[in-house]
């Protein structure tokens, strides 16, 4: 069954950063595309940033120029490098595999600080 383990969000300043990392088990990661997705209190989930798996980024044009997906098929795992982080940014990201299916990580909780 496919999991996806993530880490690295935490409480972190206005205008510092944070790499979010989240490891794949059980999945086809490194055929399938991976996504960072992001949730406002109150909002749906909204998409952030996309990876293919040959490499190939997209954005939502608010994190543009700041934020960086890759990943490493090697391990099995997609990072989201969030840099010129802002209070704005505060929400719950989830790892995400876009297959036949969609599948989840748990999410894990990024606050930016002012």
């Known amino acids: 069954q496919v999991q996806l383990v993530e880490s690295g969000g935490g409480l972190v300043q206005a205008g510092g950063s944070l790499r979010l990392s989240c490891v794949a088990s059980?999945?086809?990661?490194?055929?399938?595309?991976m996504a960072w997705y992001r949730q406002f209190p109150g909002k749906q989930r909204e998409l952030v940033a996309r990876i293919s798996s040959g490499g190939r980024a997209s954005y939502i044009d608010s994190v543009k120029g700041r934020f960086n997906i890759s990943r490493d098929n090697a391990k099995n795992t997609v990072y989201l490098q969030m840099n010129s982080l802002k209070p704005e940014d505060t929400a719950v990201y989830y790892c995400?595999?876009?297959?036949?299916?969609?599948?989840w990580g748990q999410g894990t909780q990024v606050t930016v600080s002012s």
């Open positions: 995400a595999q876009i297959s036949w299916n969609l599948y």
């Open positions: 059980g999945s086809i990661f490194s055929i399938a595309d």
